[in-house]
């Protein structure tokens, strides 16, 4: 290869590079910028049923709202978000195959008392998968993911909305699960 081409291909090369940084930064922004809005909208509603009514009225928010304020989050950003577990309460919001073996390499980090990362990011083909674990972070999680008495009123209402729930007997500091955000790229 002549000289002058060298130059030319390793600067194409790091022009092309860089332009791969700039969407990977790009794809970061709208992911963090997705979960925000979703972490807002649910949280903010989730702790004013919970202040204002108390956890049976929160959890029938939950059951009737949370994956229509989602969509809703999807539809005013353009970028489909959603929650996803290992352990799921609503069935819909299971983890895919890729998408549960972030989530055990998250879990095997938390046991082995390492940080985890604010995000990942996947790419695939024309799309960024960001990825943001979310933590049981706030004792208020645990008074419908904790343990609960099966036979209080609140058991009882959760066992009669999702019969095969899931998501119980958390505390303080487990992965709860991550938001997912696809980030459509040119490349
Ligand atoms: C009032 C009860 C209640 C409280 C408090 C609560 N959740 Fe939930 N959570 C639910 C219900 C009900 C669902 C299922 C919603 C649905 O149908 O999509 C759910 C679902 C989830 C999911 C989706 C995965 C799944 O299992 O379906 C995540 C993640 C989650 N909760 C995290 C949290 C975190 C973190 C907190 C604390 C900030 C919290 N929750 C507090 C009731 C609650």
């Not at 922004?29 to 956890?55: C, D, F, H, R």
């Not at 008495?149 to 699960?177: F, V």
């Amino acid at each position: 290869m002549k000289y002058s081409t060298l130059l030319f291909s390793s600067l194409v090369l790091s022009l092309s590079l860089n332009a791969q940084n700039d969407t990977k930064e790009t794809s970061v922004k709208i992911g963090e910028n997705v979960s925000a809005a979703l972490i807002q909208k649910l949280g903010g509603q989730l702790k004013e049923q919970m202040t204002k009514n108390g956890p049976l009225a929160a959890l029938g928010f939950c059951n009737a709202s949370a994956q229509i304020l989602t969509t809703e989050i999807s539809n005013t950003t353009n970028y489909k978000v959603k929650r996803v577990t290992l352990l799921e309460r609503n069935p819909q919001n299971r983890a895919n195959a890729q998408e549960s073996a972030i989530l055990s390499a998250w879990q095997e980090k938390l046991k082995e008392a390492q940080p985890l990362p604010s995000y990942e990011i996947h790419s695939q083909g024309n799309m960024d998968h960001y990825y943001q674990p979310l933590i049981i972070n706030n004792e208020a999680c645990l008074k419908c993911h904790g343990n609960i008495d099966s036979q209080s009123e609140l058991g009882r209402a959760i066992k009669a909305a999702y019969p095969n729930d899931h998501a119980m007997g958390y505390k303080m500091g487990d992965l709860r699960g991550m938001i997912v955000v696809d980030i459509p790229v040119e490349r």
